[in-house]
């Protein structure tokens, strides 16, 4: 596995450069800033947004209450829903019941292909968190030994894809082994109970079910895909400065983020009901925040690679839906204007 930063490491570049924005505005390790108002715009309403374990700068956000705060002269109210996975996400978005929702890159070109309409607006992080799980007295150690074997993985989310390419890079496809399509925490039970003999997993989960013995066979952070942020193009289109100050107020949590690991790291714990220190784990060494906030190449050259194991597990119809997709998903137009001093006092 290469060398991943940590968001201690990340401080360094994130604060760096917005040290000035923050200035006065998180003063004290407990204390949050008081985030003004968006600019003249759109008037009240609701601003239906998604939260998410996977995604701990939507947590912090939460629990800081910034974007209510951002939103309050507007008359908008936040709610927020809680995304127990990109799949949950992406139904989510595509039935209009949140705006803005939070997935993997690869779930995203998913919905996307198969004509849900949204965009990519900002990108969240660059997370290792996926892997290929077998409980603690598994005698299975490798990939190629899952021939024939029932493996849990969320479809329409990154274990799953993660899982597909896995399979691939070792000389086997998903008809070689039986996938429970089964979602995220179920699949860990799964494996506990014996009902399977894998488990494409996912943090936060997965960091706790290590502490519980479970074992990791097969690593490859360049088969996760990036954090995105996404939302509904008749959102974006209706009301762009609310989309505006969600993107802002991401780019203030995560060099908020990067200069508190520990205060992130405790309210991932508390939301997702694990140990601090596995939370420190996921924060730490598997959640990189040191990357561009712009949805653009380096999303495209992930994505490129997992498209067509869309068309050949028949999750997408075709290599052209794939190629419209990958045309359309990012609009980094909002992450080009993200401004977190328009978070801050």
């Not at 595509?94 to 803005?100: E, K, L, T, Y």
């Not at 205060?263 to 694990?274: H, M, Q, Y």
Request: proline share 4%.
């Amino acid at each position: 596995m290469r060398r991943r930063s940590t968001i201690l490491t990340a401080a360094a570049g994130i604060v760096a450069a917005t040290s000035l924005l923050l200035t006065g505005c998180v003063a004290g390790e407990g204390s949050a800033a008081e985030p003004s108002s968006s600019s003249a715009g759109t008037k009240g309403g609701t601003l239906n947004i998604d939260f998410a374990t996977y995604n701990p700068l939507s947590l912090v956000i939460k629990k800081e209450g910034w974007l209510e705060k951002a939103l309050k002269k507007q008359d908008i109210t936040v709610n927020w829903v809680q995304s127990a996975g990109s799949n949950k996400a992406n139904e989510a978005l595509r039935s209009g019941a949140i705006d803005v929702g939070s997935t993997a890159g690869s779930a995203a070109l998913l919905a996307r292909s198969n004509g849900s309409p949204i965009k990519t607006v900002d990108i969240f992080s660059q997370p290792e968190w996926s892997a290929i799980v077998v409980g603690p007295n598994s005698t299975i150690t490798s990939v190629k030994e899952l021939k024939g074997k029932q493996i849990a993985a969320t479809k329409g989310t990154d274990p799953y894809f993660f899982l597909l390419q896995a399979l691939e890079a070792n000389g086997l496809s998903a008809s070689d082994v039986t996938i429970q399509n089964l979602q995220h925490a179920d699949g860990w039970a799964a494996l506990q109970n014996g009902s399977v003999d894998a488990w494409s997993g996912l943090d936060p989960i997965m960091a706790n079910a290590q502490k519980a013995g479970a074992k990791l066979v097969y690593r490859n952070v360049k088969f996760n895909t990036y954090g995105f942020l996404n939302a509904t193009e008749s959102f974006l289109k209706t009301k762009p400065d609310v989309a505006q100050t969600v993107v802002n107020t991401y780019e203030y949590a995560r060099a908020w983020a990067a200069k508190h690991p520990e205060e992130t790291a405790k309210v991932l714990s508390d939301v997702a009901g694990i140990d601090p220190a596995v939370a420190t784990t996921v924060i730490t060494e598997r959640s990189n925040l040191d990357v561009s906030n712009v949805p653009g190449s380096a999303q495209l050259t992930v994505l490129k690679k997992v498209g067509p194991i869309f068309v050949q597990s028949g999750d997408v119809r075709s290599q052209s839906d794939i190629d419209t997709a990958l045309k359309t998903l990012l609009d980094p137009s909002f992450a080009k204007k993200a401004d977190p001093s328009a978070v801050g006092n």
